[in-house]
């Protein structure tokens, strides 16, 4: 069979803010990427260190690589990690990066407050369907759930639903699009997940990268 040799170490991260805000921690370990996601369709990132490689991922398929050991740890937002489950996830670290908030939002001339007070039956959309389930179950509140995998904020502009529950960072998303926030469900911010037979198996590597990022973490106001 022909095989490509495989550096000892393979990280899982998802393009955009993730993949920049774990730079930081990389360098902080003496690591550098050495290709930019932003310019090369490259999905196989070489590093620095001949023993690490990046793969690039969807954000929402980080914790089913590392589950499965197509990544020996990956990067990932709390959001994310609860509607996967965690299953087979080792989560050493929270890297306190990428930080925003899941939200309830409407559109600014929906009554949201006398809607849960009178009981009504609301139609939420969401990618989150695990914690807006929980969160609207808690509060008791009746809620029809309409997945949707993007562009959630045109839900309730279109009629497709009367709220959604999405991430809110610097609340411009919802702001253009003439929606306001109506509920803080959590605060979310992206974690370190190690496949649990990486870590028993490349134990040195493995535990020298979460000592690194451990000390940043702890060091960064
Ligand atoms: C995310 C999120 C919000 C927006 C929040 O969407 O779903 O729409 O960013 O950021 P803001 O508060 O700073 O405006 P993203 O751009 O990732 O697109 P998607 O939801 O279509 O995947
Ligand atoms: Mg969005």
Do not use: W
Request: some cysteine.
């Amino acid at each position: 069979m022909n095989t490509v040799a495989k550096p000892a170490i393979t990280l899982a991260l998802s393009k955009g803010r993730i993949f920049d805000e774990t730079l930081p921690l990389l360098k902080a370990a003496g690591i550098t990427v050495l290709e930019d996601p932003e310019k090369s369709r490259k999905l196989i990132l070489p590093t620095s260190n001949p023993d690490l490689q990046v793969v690039l991922v969807r954000a929402s398929d980080v914790p089913t690589y590392v589950q499965y050991g197509g990544a020996d740890l990956g990067v990932t937002g709390k959001d994310t990690l609860i509607e996967h489950g965690g299953q087979g996830l080792y989560q050493p670290l929270d890297l306190q990066i990428a930080r925003c908030r899941v939200s309830v939002a409407v559109r600014a001339d929906f009554d949201y407050a006398s809607a849960v007070r009178q009981g009504a039956r609301l139609k939420v959309a969401t990618k989150y369907v695990s914690i807006a389930r929980d969160f609207f179950a808690a509060k008791g509140v009746h809620v029809d759930l309409i997945k949707l995998y993007g562009s959630m904020e045109l839900a309730p502009l279109t009629g497709l639903a009367d709220a959604i529950v999405d991430l809110v960072s610097t609340g411009n998303t919802l702001k253009a699009n003439h929606l306001v926030e109506v509920e803080r469900i959590m605060d979310i911010s992206s974690r370190l997940v190690v496949n649990q037979a990486a870590l028993k198996l490349k134990q040195e590597p493995i535990r020298h990268l979460i000592d690194v990022f451990t000390k940043t973490v702890n060091a960064t106001p």
